[in-house]
T-cell receptor
Framework: DAGVTQSPTHLIKTRGQQVTLRCSPK?????VSWYQQALGQGPQFIFQ???????QRGNFPDRFSGHQFPNYSSELNVNALLLGDSALYLC?????????????FGEGSWLTVV | AQSVTQLGSHVSVSEGALVLLRCNYS??????LFWYVQYPNQGLQLLLK??????LVKGINGFEAEFKKSETSFHLTKPSAHMSDAAEYFC??????????????FGKGTKLSVKP
């Protein structure tokens, strides 16, 4: 049983460009959340998707957007990249209807903006 | 609003010594609390979670944590450190675990070093 998978694992982008990160949740999970972890910091919640809709959002600008597909996989898009967007982007999956269910994290996508 | 404070960005212990990583939380509603571990260049792995059942929670790799409401604390302990415990540890809080899964508020992390 595959856990949470993310792609790509590493990428380098130039300021002003756009990036798309991908996540496949753990089998049986229907909820995907995205987090940004800057170097030396704890992860910060970006947003959560359930039933193909954004259900919750953290304090991130509209440059950050996402999508969830019918198979529960998800994408994180960041437009007009800034140097400060360089970070590890973590995807987490869970099952919203299961009380006490564990939240699983992927290995993350390392984004470097130059 | 909820928040987490991890006291000590870096903790160093000798192999075989007690590990104590401190976490204090702030929450206006009953919290659900978690400890995650992150090894270099990897994602987060759940060590243990408190979801309003027993206040003493046992996790993987010999770790445990005690929820103390009066002290708003959820410190992580392990009786005897092993070299493989060297990693970064994050405490996290959320509320309404069933209804808002995934919206975790993390502390800044504590890096644990284990000396031989």
């Amino acid at each position: 049983d595959a856990g949470v998978t993310q792609s790509p694992t590493h990428l380098i982008k130039t300021r002003g460009q756009q990036v798309t990160l991908r996540c496949s949740p753990k089998s049986g999970h229907d909820t995907v959340s995205w987090y940004q972890q800057a170097l030396g910091q704890g992860p910060q919640f970006i947003f959560q998707y359930y039933e193909e809709e954004e259900r919750q959002r953290g304090n991130f600008p509209d440059r950050f957007s996402g999508h969830q597909f019918p198979n529960y996989s998800s994408e994180l898009n960041v437009n007009a990249l800034l140097l400060g967007d360089s970070a590890l982007y973590l995807c987490a999956s869970s099952s919203i209807g299961s009380t006490g269910n564990t939240i699983y994290f992927g290995e993350g996508s390392w984004l470097t903006v130059v | 609003a909820q928040s987490v404070t991890q006291l000590g960005s870096h903790v160093s212990v000798s192999e075989g010594a007690l590990v104590l990583l401190r976490c204090n939380y702030s929450s206006s509603v009953p919290p659900y609390l978690f400890w995650y571990v992150q090894y270099p260049n990897q994602g987060l792995q759940l060590l243990l979670k408190y979801t309003s059942a027993a206040t003493l929670v046992k996790g993987i790799n010999g770790f445990e944590a005690e929820f103390k409401k009066s002290e708003t604390s959820f410190h992580l302990t392990k009786p005897s450190a092993h070299m493989s415990d060297a990693a970064e540890y994050f405490c996290a809080v959320t509320s309404n675990y069933g209804g808002s899964q995934g919206n975790l508020i993390f502390g800044k992390g504590t890096k644990l070093s284990v000396k031989p």
